[in-house]
């Protein structure tokens, strides 16, 4: 039997192949969805999906870990609190992974008796050299990503899109790209959030690690400049820490 520790649930690929293989082997232990409020719309549906199949199946529920375990700071969802705040999650500044998941879920641990240190994460095998500090299960059995994939298609499920917000600054340019054709109006909100974190730092900030702000991005995006698509944007791992 398989300790019963919390899974970090994240919606995508691999933390939903860990939770399908955990509760196989008869765990029985919480799975922790810290909802930021700025995920894509496919990966709510399929969380919705998938706290639907868990129940009818091992009678097992999600744990939707939201803003009553945030900090008062951040207590709007992670949208409003840029807009309010004037701040943009950075790849070297992610407060948005710190405040809206795994401060949320410790806090949800302690009031439950849980040691957040040994919450289970979906790293895949192919992935080893993430997070080596924590209980990772897929590295303990050689469970790759494309194994995640299968394992999740065997249980009768769809695979679910690459877990991570809208916003987020680990994007590919090619990711930017399919929001501000999909999504312009959440393209360009985000384009002028953007622009106010730049003003009250009295620097340029931008979600795009080369420095090259959303505006700019959307000119090239306009005038038809090759930014080469690649679907794998799609399938890796979101890079959050948990």
Known sequence: ??????????????????????????????????????????????VRLFDSWLQQKFDLSLVYIGAEYRSNHYKPGLINAMDLYHQIPLIRARWCTTEYKIEP??????????????????IAYDESHRQPDKP???VDWKVTRDDCARIIQEAGL??????????????SKSQWRHLWETRPDRYFYLAWIERKASFAAGR??????????????????RSGQPLLFDISDFYKPCLCRV
């Open 1 to 46: 039997m398989v300790e019963a520790n919390p899974v970090c649930f994240g919606g995508g690929v691999n933390s939903t192949a860990l939770v399908i293989l955990l509760a196989q082997q008869g765990w029985r232990g919480p799975v922790l969805f810290a909802d930021t409020g700025a995920e894509h719309e496919g990966t709510y549906l399929f």
């Open 105 to 122: 879920i410790k806090r949800w641990c302690k009031q439950n008796a849980y040691d957040f240190d040994q919450c289970f994460v979906g």
């Open 136 to 138: 990772r299960p897929l």
């Open 158 to 171: 769809p695979i679910p899109r690459k877990s991570g917000c809208w916003c987020c600054p680990f994007q």
């Open 204 to 221: 340029r900030v931008t979600f795009d690690p080369d420095g090259l702000s959303l505006f700019s991005l959307a000119l090239k995006f």
